[in-house]
Nanobody
Framework: QVQLVESGGGLVQAGGSLRLSCAAS????????MGWYRQAPGEQRELVASMTKTGSTTFEDSVKGRFTISRDNAKNTVYLQMNSLKPEDTAVYFC???????????????WGRGTQVTVSS
């Protein structure tokens, strides 16, 4: 089994910072892309940031310059450093990984259960 576990969410005032962590564990051969999505109530889940194994990154426009993403491939862990947080960043943040469990298998997408981030004004 593959498990993605997020941590680091919580309540923070506008302008503050949080760092989210996501560790993937279980039967994993390789991980291509890891990233973070978020979903606010009544809204579609949207990509926040992602990073490929080789370091290519993608950011949602509203978080550029405020959020950074990093990976520790040896630990199968991805981080999201969130600075200058705004109330509109409030959402459940989900970790995502596209990975292979075996060398011959195709990539599948796995999700964490989410961690709540609440930014007060």
């Amino acid at each position: 089994q593959v498990q993605l576990v997020e941590s680091g969410g919580g309540l923070v005032q506008a302008g503050g910072s949080l760092r989210l962590s996501c560790a993937a564990s279980g039967s994993i051969f390789s991980i291509n892309t890891m990233g973070w999505y978020r979903q606010a109530p009544g809204e579609q889940r949207e990509l926040v940031a992602s990073m490929t194994k080789t370091g290519s990154t993608t950011f949602e426009d509203s978080v550029k310059g405020r959020f950074t993403i990093s990976r520790d491939n040896a630990k199968n862990t991805v981080y999201l450093q969130m600075n200058s947080l705004k109330p509109e960043d409030t959402a459940v943040y989900f970790c995502n990984a596209d990975l292979k469990m075996r060398p011959w298998s195709s990539e599948s997408r796995y999700w964490g259960r989410g961690t709540q981030v609440t930014v007060s004004s």
